[in-house]
């Protein structure tokens, strides 16, 4: 995958079983940097709402469609060493009793981390 803002290849590792998913991101930017970028990228993503900032992690709402009634999108940041930070994300149904998401949350969490990646 490519990112769009600097032209760097970024390697994202997304995988989904049932209606849950996690991701994993690896950035050249110290932690203290990727919460802005957070920020910046919540801007580029309309279909999703940024709820909750922190230092070490961020947290989004993706309302519902007729796909899906809705997620839970969970980033958190962790510094690798000074330079370098791991952004874990986890995507889980608003309705906890969904089995299946028919592939959304893997969507919706590649989406997330290429706007970040695109930030930093």
Avoid at 12 to 21: C, D, G, Q, W
Avoid at 39 to 63: C, H, I, N, S, Y
Avoid at 82 to 104: F, I, N
């Amino acid at each position: 995958m490519t990112n769009m803002g600097n032209s760097k290849t970024v390697s994202l590792n997304v995988t989904s079983k049932r209606a849950r998913s996690r991701g994993e991101l690896l950035v050249s930017a110290p932690a203290a940097a990727v919460p802005g970028a957070v920020e910046r990228a919540a801007l580029r993503l309309p279909k999703m709402t940024l709820t909750g900032m922190w230092q070490d992690r961020a947290e989004f709402a993706v309302g519902m469609t007729w796909k899906s009634y809705g997620a839970n999108i969970v980033l958190s940041f962790e510094p690798v060493d000074a330079g370098t930070t791991r952004v874990l994300a986890t995507s889980t149904p608003a309705v906890p009793t969904t089995l299946t998401d028919w592939g959304q949350g893997k969507a919706q969490l590649t989406e997330v981390l290429s706007a970040v990646a695109a930030e930093l």
